[in-house]
Protein backbone atom coordinates (compact mmCIF):
# COMPACT_ATOMS: atom_id res chain seq x y z
CA UNK A 1 0.00 0.00 0.00
CA UNK A 2 1.79 3.57 -1.38
CA UNK A 3 -0.02 5.94 0.36
CA UNK A 4 0.03 9.62 -1.68
CA UNK A 5 -1.96 11.80 0.28
CA UNK A 6 -1.86 12.25 4.00
CA UNK A 7 -3.21 14.77 5.77
CA UNK A 8 -3.42 15.20 10.26
CA UNK A 9 -5.59 17.73 11.91
CA UNK A 10 -4.83 19.77 8.49
CA UNK A 11 -6.80 22.95 9.80
CA UNK A 12 -7.20 26.76 7.55
CA UNK A 13 -8.39 29.89 9.05
CA UNK A 14 -9.34 32.97 7.63
CA UNK A 15 -9.06 35.92 10.52
CA UNK A 16 -11.89 34.33 12.93
CA UNK A 17 -13.49 31.83 9.76
CA UNK A 18 -11.86 28.43 10.08
CA UNK A 19 -12.86 27.11 6.30
CA UNK A 20 -10.93 23.59 6.82
CA UNK A 21 -11.10 22.40 10.45
CA UNK A 22 -9.07 19.51 11.60
CA UNK A 23 -9.04 16.98 8.70
CA UNK A 24 -8.05 13.80 8.50
CA UNK A 25 -7.42 11.31 5.76
CA UNK A 26 -5.66 9.12 3.91
CA UNK A 27 -5.36 8.70 -0.14
CA UNK A 28 -3.76 5.68 -1.52
CA UNK A 29 -2.22 4.84 -5.06
CA UNK A 30 -4.87 4.93 -7.85
CA UNK A 31 -7.72 5.74 -6.13
CA UNK A 32 -10.35 7.78 -7.55
CA UNK A 33 -11.12 9.81 -4.52
CA UNK A 34 -14.32 12.41 -4.47
CA UNK A 35 -14.69 14.98 -1.71
CA UNK A 36 -18.11 15.99 -1.64
CA UNK A 37 -19.91 18.88 -0.50
CA UNK A 38 -21.60 22.02 -1.53
CA UNK A 39 -20.10 25.53 -2.47
CA UNK A 40 -18.04 26.83 0.80
CA UNK A 41 -17.66 23.62 2.61
CA UNK A 42 -13.61 23.93 2.45
CA UNK A 43 -13.18 21.27 -0.69
CA UNK A 44 -10.94 23.75 -2.67
CA UNK A 45 -9.10 25.02 0.45
CA UNK A 46 -7.80 21.67 1.38
CA UNK A 47 -6.73 20.88 -2.51
CA UNK A 48 -4.85 24.39 -2.33
CA UNK A 49 -3.18 23.71 0.95
CA UNK A 50 -2.19 19.99 -0.37
CA UNK A 51 -0.52 21.93 -3.48
CA UNK A 52 1.32 24.52 -1.11
CA UNK A 53 -0.52 27.18 -2.59
CA UNK A 54 -1.94 28.10 0.82
CA UNK A 55 0.08 27.62 4.18
CA UNK A 56 -2.28 25.42 7.14
CA UNK A 57 -2.69 27.54 9.90
CA UNK A 58 -2.56 24.33 11.62
CA UNK A 59 -1.74 20.69 11.19
CA UNK A 60 0.29 18.83 8.59
CA UNK A 61 -0.09 16.79 5.74
CA UNK A 62 1.89 15.55 2.41
CA UNK A 63 1.87 14.54 -1.18
CA UNK A 64 3.85 12.21 -2.97
CA UNK A 65 6.07 11.82 0.27
CA UNK A 66 6.55 15.59 0.30
CA UNK A 67 5.71 17.98 3.31
CA UNK A 68 2.95 20.39 1.71
CA UNK A 69 4.24 23.67 3.87
CA UNK A 70 8.24 23.04 3.42
CA UNK A 71 8.28 20.95 -0.46
CA UNK A 72 5.27 22.71 -2.51
CA UNK A 73 7.57 23.05 -5.40
CA UNK A 74 8.38 19.26 -5.76
CA UNK A 75 4.90 18.25 -5.31
CA UNK A 76 3.51 20.87 -8.35
CA UNK A 77 6.24 19.63 -9.93
CA UNK A 78 4.53 15.70 -10.41
CA UNK A 79 1.10 16.51 -9.74
CA UNK A 80 -1.22 17.62 -12.24
CA UNK A 81 -4.27 20.43 -10.92
CA UNK A 82 -7.26 21.34 -12.89
CA UNK A 83 -9.02 24.24 -11.08
CA UNK A 84 -12.64 25.48 -10.88
CA UNK A 85 -11.98 28.19 -13.62
CA UNK A 86 -10.06 26.64 -16.80
CA UNK A 87 -6.74 28.76 -17.08
CA UNK A 88 -6.93 28.69 -21.01
CA UNK A 89 -6.35 31.10 -23.22
CA UNK A 90 -9.26 32.13 -25.68
CA UNK A 91 -7.09 33.58 -28.73
CA UNK A 92 -4.75 30.65 -28.89
CA UNK A 93 -5.39 27.24 -30.82
CA UNK A 94 -6.02 24.30 -28.81
CA UNK A 95 -2.81 22.66 -29.85
CA UNK A 96 -1.28 26.10 -28.84
CA UNK A 97 -2.96 26.11 -25.45
CA UNK A 98 -1.28 22.37 -24.97
CA UNK A 99 1.87 23.46 -26.13
CA UNK A 100 2.36 26.14 -24.10
CA UNK A 101 1.55 24.22 -20.47
CA UNK A 102 3.84 21.89 -22.14
CA UNK A 103 6.49 24.20 -22.35
CA UNK A 104 5.96 25.25 -18.41
CA UNK A 105 6.97 21.57 -17.22
CA UNK A 106 9.69 21.10 -20.04
CA UNK A 107 7.96 18.68 -21.97
CA UNK A 108 8.68 19.25 -25.52
CA UNK A 109 8.14 15.90 -27.37
CA UNK A 110 5.64 16.48 -30.24
CA UNK A 111 4.59 12.75 -30.08
CA UNK A 112 3.52 13.30 -26.49
CA UNK A 113 1.29 16.71 -27.07
CA UNK A 114 -0.18 14.00 -29.90
CA UNK A 115 -1.16 11.48 -27.41
CA UNK A 116 -2.54 13.81 -25.04
CA UNK A 117 -4.98 15.29 -28.02
CA UNK A 118 -6.02 11.23 -28.97
CA UNK A 119 -6.18 10.98 -24.90
CA UNK A 120 -8.99 13.51 -23.80
CA UNK A 121 -10.83 13.07 -27.72
CA UNK A 122 -9.51 16.12 -29.42
CA UNK A 123 -8.10 14.75 -32.32
CA UNK A 124 -9.17 17.12 -35.68
CA UNK A 125 -9.30 20.33 -33.35
CA UNK A 126 -6.16 21.05 -32.89
CA UNK A 127 -6.40 24.15 -34.89
CA UNK A 128 -9.54 25.88 -33.48
CA UNK A 129 -9.18 28.58 -31.14
CA UNK A 130 -9.98 28.31 -27.89
CA UNK A 131 -12.65 30.44 -27.62
CA UNK A 132 -14.85 28.75 -29.96
CA UNK A 133 -14.85 26.09 -28.43
CA UNK A 134 -18.45 24.61 -25.98
CA UNK A 135 -17.30 24.05 -22.71
CA UNK A 136 -17.58 20.20 -22.77
CA UNK A 137 -14.54 20.58 -25.16
CA UNK A 138 -12.98 23.27 -22.56
CA UNK A 139 -13.16 20.95 -20.07
CA UNK A 140 -11.27 18.32 -22.20
CA UNK A 141 -8.57 20.43 -23.22
CA UNK A 142 -8.10 21.70 -19.54
CA UNK A 143 -7.65 18.02 -18.29
CA UNK A 144 -5.05 17.46 -21.36
CA UNK A 145 -2.58 20.50 -19.94
CA UNK A 146 -2.64 19.11 -16.59
CA UNK A 147 -2.05 15.74 -17.75
CA UNK A 148 0.50 16.56 -20.10
CA UNK A 149 3.56 16.24 -18.07
CA UNK A 150 2.56 12.61 -17.03
CA UNK A 151 1.64 13.32 -13.34
CA UNK A 152 1.49 10.67 -11.01
CA UNK A 153 -1.48 12.41 -8.90
CA UNK A 154 -4.24 14.42 -10.31
CA UNK A 155 -6.36 17.47 -8.39
CA UNK A 156 -9.94 18.05 -10.04
CA UNK A 157 -11.36 21.19 -8.46
CA UNK A 158 -15.41 20.75 -9.22
CA UNK A 159 -14.28 19.53 -13.42
CA UNK A 160 -17.48 19.10 -14.52
CA UNK A 161 -19.34 22.54 -13.26
CA UNK A 162 -21.24 24.12 -16.20
CA UNK A 163 -21.16 21.18 -18.32
CA UNK A 164 -23.84 19.37 -19.41
CA UNK A 165 -25.03 15.99 -18.19
CA UNK A 166 -23.03 14.02 -21.64
CA UNK A 167 -20.22 16.09 -21.05
CA UNK A 168 -19.89 15.28 -17.48
CA UNK A 169 -20.70 11.20 -18.35
CA UNK A 170 -18.05 11.60 -21.38
CA UNK A 171 -15.55 13.91 -18.66
CA UNK A 172 -15.67 10.35 -16.06
CA UNK A 173 -14.83 8.21 -18.80
CA UNK A 174 -11.49 10.15 -19.05
CA UNK A 175 -10.79 9.86 -15.60
CA UNK A 176 -11.24 6.32 -15.28
CA UNK A 177 -8.78 5.64 -18.31
CA UNK A 178 -6.72 8.06 -16.16
CA UNK A 179 -7.38 6.01 -13.21
CA UNK A 180 -6.57 2.62 -15.12
CA UNK A 181 -3.10 3.72 -16.07
CA UNK A 182 -2.25 4.38 -12.47
CA UNK A 183 -2.74 7.77 -12.06
CA UNK A 184 -4.32 8.75 -8.35
CA UNK A 185 -7.68 11.23 -8.90
CA UNK A 186 -8.69 13.28 -6.29
CA UNK A 187 -11.44 15.28 -7.19
CA UNK A 188 -13.94 17.38 -5.42
CA UNK A 189 -17.67 18.37 -7.11
CA UNK A 190 -21.25 19.58 -5.70
CA UNK A 191 -22.97 17.01 -7.78
CA UNK A 192 -24.25 14.41 -5.73
CA UNK A 193 -24.93 11.94 -8.54
CA UNK A 194 -21.12 12.49 -9.21
CA UNK A 195 -19.82 11.20 -6.18
CA UNK A 196 -21.08 7.59 -7.15
CA UNK A 197 -18.21 6.72 -9.71
CA UNK A 198 -15.35 7.28 -6.85
CA UNK A 199 -14.49 4.40 -4.92
CA UNK A 200 -14.15 6.82 -1.76
CA UNK A 201 -16.40 9.63 -1.12
CA UNK A 202 -15.32 12.34 2.27
CA UNK A 203 -18.17 14.90 2.58
CA UNK A 204 -17.34 18.33 3.27
CA UNK A 205 -19.89 20.76 5.44
CA UNK A 206 -18.56 23.89 7.13
CA UNK A 207 -15.02 23.19 7.10
CA UNK A 208 -15.15 19.69 8.72
CA UNK A 209 -14.50 16.08 6.98
CA UNK A 210 -18.08 14.46 8.24
CA UNK A 211 -16.88 10.82 7.08
CA UNK A 212 -15.00 8.97 4.43
CA UNK A 213 -15.35 5.67 2.71
CA UNK A 214 -16.72 3.75 -0.57
CA UNK A 215 -20.57 4.75 -1.19
CA UNK A 216 -21.68 1.45 0.00
CA UNK A 217 -20.37 1.82 3.10
CA UNK A 218 -21.34 5.16 3.76
CA UNK A 219 -25.13 3.99 3.02
CA UNK A 220 -24.72 1.54 5.26
CA UNK A 221 -23.64 3.64 8.30
CA UNK A 222 -25.03 6.86 8.14
CA UNK A 223 -28.26 6.03 7.31
CA UNK A 224 -30.85 4.87 10.25
CA UNK A 225 -32.96 2.98 8.15
CA UNK A 226 -34.49 2.37 4.91
CA UNK A 227 -35.04 4.57 1.53
CA UNK A 228 -38.42 4.30 -0.20
CA UNK A 229 -40.13 5.54 -3.18
CA UNK A 230 -43.91 6.38 -2.84
CA UNK A 231 -46.04 6.39 -5.66
CA UNK A 232 -49.44 8.58 -4.42
CA UNK A 233 -51.57 11.17 -5.70
CA UNK A 234 -52.35 14.06 -5.22
CA UNK A 235 -48.34 14.44 -4.24
CA UNK A 236 -48.19 17.56 -2.08
CA UNK A 237 -51.41 15.91 0.68
CA UNK A 238 -49.34 12.54 0.35
CA UNK A 239 -46.00 14.46 0.94
CA UNK A 240 -47.67 16.05 4.16
CA UNK A 241 -49.41 12.78 5.47
CA UNK A 242 -45.98 11.06 4.98
CA UNK A 243 -44.16 13.48 6.65
CA UNK A 244 -46.88 12.93 9.90
CA UNK A 245 -46.22 9.23 9.80
CA UNK A 246 -44.41 7.88 12.94
CA UNK A 247 -40.58 6.46 12.10
CA UNK A 248 -40.52 8.99 8.44
CA UNK A 249 -37.22 10.40 9.08
CA UNK A 250 -37.33 12.53 6.03
CA UNK A 251 -39.58 12.97 2.98
CA UNK A 252 -39.13 14.85 -0.32
CA UNK A 253 -40.98 15.29 -3.64
CA UNK A 254 -39.14 13.87 -6.56
CA UNK A 255 -40.59 15.18 -9.91
CA UNK A 256 -43.88 12.61 -10.08
CA UNK A 257 -43.02 10.54 -7.10
CA UNK A 258 -41.82 10.97 -3.35
CA UNK A 259 -38.80 9.62 -1.74
CA UNK A 260 -38.85 8.72 1.71
CA UNK A 261 -36.27 8.05 4.71
CA UNK A 262 -37.69 5.78 7.10
CA UNK A 263 -35.92 4.15 10.78
CA UNK A 264 -35.49 -0.01 9.78
CA UNK A 265 -39.18 -0.86 11.71
CA UNK A 266 -41.11 -0.22 8.16
CA UNK A 267 -41.93 -3.01 5.61
CA UNK A 268 -43.34 -1.90 2.71
CA UNK A 269 -47.17 -3.80 3.50
CA UNK A 270 -46.59 -1.85 6.90
CA UNK A 271 -46.03 1.97 5.12
CA UNK A 272 -48.06 1.29 1.86
CA UNK A 273 -50.99 0.30 5.00
CA UNK A 274 -50.84 3.77 6.73
CA UNK A 275 -50.96 5.61 3.65
CA UNK A 276 -54.11 3.40 2.10
CA UNK A 277 -55.56 4.33 5.42
CA UNK A 278 -55.25 7.98 5.34
CA UNK A 279 -57.28 8.30 2.34
CA UNK A 280 -54.66 7.70 -0.61
CA UNK A 281 -56.17 3.91 -1.77
CA UNK A 282 -53.80 3.63 -4.62
CA UNK A 283 -50.88 4.17 -2.63
CA UNK A 284 -47.78 1.91 -3.50
CA UNK A 285 -44.31 2.00 -2.27
CA UNK A 286 -41.15 0.42 -3.50
CA UNK A 287 -38.01 -0.09 -1.45
CA UNK A 288 -35.21 1.67 -3.55
CA UNK A 289 -31.18 2.19 -2.55
CA UNK A 290 -30.06 5.26 -0.91
CA UNK A 291 -28.38 8.33 -2.16
CA UNK A 292 -25.00 10.11 -1.30
CA UNK A 293 -27.36 13.16 -1.13
CA UNK A 294 -29.53 10.91 1.63
CA UNK A 295 -26.07 10.28 3.31
CA UNK A 296 -24.90 13.88 3.18
CA UNK A 297 -28.72 14.93 4.76
CA UNK A 298 -28.21 12.49 7.67
CA UNK A 299 -24.69 13.51 8.34
CA UNK A 300 -25.69 17.61 8.71
CA UNK A 301 -28.23 16.53 10.65
CA UNK A 302 -26.34 14.51 12.59
CA UNK A 303 -23.54 17.05 13.05
CA UNK A 304 -26.37 19.96 13.46
Known amino acids: MTIVIETHDLTKKFGDFTAVDSVNFAV ?58 FALYDELTVRENLAFYAGVYSVRSRERLAGVLEQVGLVGLENQQ ?28 EPTSGVDPTARRAFWDLIYNLAEQGVTVFVTTHYMDEAEYCGR ?40 ALEAIPGVIRARLMSDHLNAITTGEFTVEQLQGVLREQGFSEARVVQT ?12 ARGN
Open 201 to 240: VGIMRRGQLLAMDTPTALKASALPGQAWEVFAEPLLPALA
Open 28 to 85: EKGEVVGYLGPNGSGKTTTIRMLLGLLTPTEGRGSVLGFDIARQSGEIRERVGYMSQK
Open 289 to 300: EATLEDVFLALA
Open 130 to 157: VRTLSAGWRQRLALGTAIVHNPQLLFLD
